[in-house]
């Protein structure tokens, strides 16, 4: 598969990147819209182009899930798990004590709408759940979104590199509509990597002394350096490990902000009105946390105005706002129940904005 191109789904080439990383261990309970995920990798388990895939059990709840992925991530071993919006909710004990555990591993959330069961339609309202915190403590999640069929393939070494770098759970957080889409993808050709857990792993523990990995700690000097560390840690993230995309935003007058599917339709947008001497450009965030505070603020320093474009009803604008600072203008458009904007609704909004600064 590595060097040629293969026309699938997103999800199906996010569990082929994930086996193409190196991937030893999958645990997942099935739920739509993130079901070829499991599916796939069921069907590929005992392939021998996969030599280092060794396990997959489909869990019967959510909560065995992620407590089967925290016990295999503590041997060392890439792990990942898969699920939706509210599937998403019921791991989120489960990732705090990852976290303090200081656990690596891979976990795909692909959004539907909600709250609640919502329907199976794509929304990004898991956006704060993911990037603020979900479950009880101080801890962050790396959060990668992808935005096309070909980053769904590539970001999950991007992801079990980072969670390894930093002993760190990595979210992937696509959306339904990433998920299902269908486009041509082609897989690079990765070393798969043998990261180094020895100073930390629990087995093999023959000629050394114990690895204790906890999240408790009841010694509140102790617990307030450990999660001093980890702190210390997510800081070091946010000046190293930030990826964004900008198109055309050098002379633009209106910056369209958005990510995911929403950004596709933003992309063509530009295009579009580039053509008619519209002079409008993309800022794509694809990590969203940590955000990419810096170089939001950079442009906005340039007098440009903004209009954020989510799936949801106004989540990512939070982080917008404190990036660029007040005195800035930024308009929102957002849709959401599994419904997506369209070309033209973003286009009357660029539209909006030129007016109004007539």
Known sequence: ?????????????????????????????????????????????????????????????????????????????????????PGFSLKQEGLSYAAGMELPFLIVDICRAGPGLGNLGPEQSDYFQATKGGGHGNYRLFVLAPASVQEMATLPKVGFDLAFKYRNPVLILGDAFTGQLKEDVEF?????????????????????GPHILNSMELDYEKHYEHIGRIFKKYKTAEEKEVLYEEYLTEDAEVVIIAFGIVSRIARSVVNTLRKKGIRVGLFRPITLWPFPSRALQKLSSEGKRFLDVELNTGQMIEDVR??????????FLGRWGGIIPTEREIEREVHRLEVAAV
């Open 322 to 331: 404190l990036a660029v600072g007040s005195g800035v203008t930024i308009d």
């Open 1 to 85: 598969m590595p060097n040629q191109k293969v026309y699938m789904k997103g999800n199906e080439a996010l569990a082929y990147g994930a086996l193409e990383s190196g991937l030893n261990a999958y645990f997942a309970y099935p739920i739509t819209p993130s079901s070829e995920i499991p599916e796939t990798l069921a069907r590929e388990f005992g392939n021998k182009k996969y030599p280092k895939y060794k396990c997959f059990i489909q869990s019967s709840s959510e909560l065995e899930a992620i407590s089967m992925v925290l016990g295999a991530a503590s041997t060392g071993a890439l792990t990942m798990t898969a699920t939706s919006g």
């Open 188 to 208: 690079p050709t990765w070393e798969t990597q043998d990261y180094d857990v020895s100073s930390w792993a629990v087995g093999n523990s023959k000629g050394r």
